[in-house]
């Protein structure tokens, strides 16, 4: 996971530290050290801007982008392959039922009435794998990994 | 039978009722019993660790004592591989760094114990049969890696984590 990152991007929403409001990164500056650098913040709704925000000041609006950044990442390096019958994912975070801060990170795979016990294991072996590098990058909320039937977004939108 | 494998038994039997079209009801209680497989196949283990045969009552009384919300903890505080527990107290001895199967056996209880509450409680959430067979898989591996694991020195310290880990932590 060496170029797993989680700088900052253009268009991401934020909030930072002695300003009120919501703004939007409008430019980013890396100083060449990991991790480091600058930005520009644009006040959402207005034309007001500030320079030069550092990145240790910006908090992010989405709690979930540090998981979809790392799922990204494994889409893109196939150190957990992807099944190909894994068609999409949502993120949530929310606490769990114990009242504890958690990540829920929910796979949509093809509907299949009768999978059989080597894709069912296949498809635990991938969740696993998912969850284990998860919890690696050490989040402050415990990733749960699940796995839902695409029909069923389809379900709730009807 | 021992009443963990018969919950076990249960879950997946549940999980493959009307193949077309199952019932929340049945996918539910799979969820439910699969986490209460895993429950007591544990409690079982603790109470036996700790606990002689005799006198009559003692065991069975101790197996009731465990309390989910312990477990839950300790279940997190042992599902990184290759590391010691976290707050784990520093006078008990590790044999060695966490296995893989005990990380699986730990992630697993802490996922299987939040879905058995949604299945349980959760009017709002609808289960389908692909992810109440992966938690039924997840119940069954944990069986299998526990026939694996519980014969390493680092079980017995798991086993009693399982009831003590709040008590050492206050």
Known sequence: ?158 | MSLAEELLAQSRFLANLDPHNPTQANLRRAVSSAYYAVFHLFSAEVAAQISPVGPSGLRVRTQRALTHNTMYKAAESFSQAGVRPRNLATDITMSGPISAELTDIAKGFKQLQDERHAADYDVSRSFDRIEVLALVQTAEDIFSDWNTEKISGNAPVFLASLMFWQLWNK
């Open chain 1, 1 to 158: 996971m060496a170029n797993l990152s989680f700088d900052p991007v253009a268009g991401e929403k934020v909030t930072t530290r002695g300003h009120t409001g919501l703004f939007t990164i409008d430019s980013i500056y890396p100083s060449g050290h990991p991790g480091l650098g600058t930005a520009d913040l644009k006040l959402v709704g207005t034309e007001h801007y500030e320079r030069g925000v550092p990145w240790s000041m910006l908090n992010f609006w989405d709690e979930t982008r540090p998981i979809r950044r790392a799922i990204e990442w494994l889409r893109a390096n196939p150190v957990v392959p992807f099944p190909n019958y894994v068609v999409d994912y949502q993120v949530e975070a929310r606490d769990d039922h114990q009242g504890n801060p958690a990540f829920y990170v929910r796979f949509f795979v093809e509907p299949d009435d009768q999978p059989s016990p080597e894709k069912i294991k296949g498809l635990n072996r991938f969740l696993g794998s998912v969850q284990t590098m998860l919890l690696s990058l050490n989040l402050d909320r415990w990733p749960y990994v699940q796995v839902s039937e695409k029909r069923s977004l389809l379900d709730v939108a009807s």
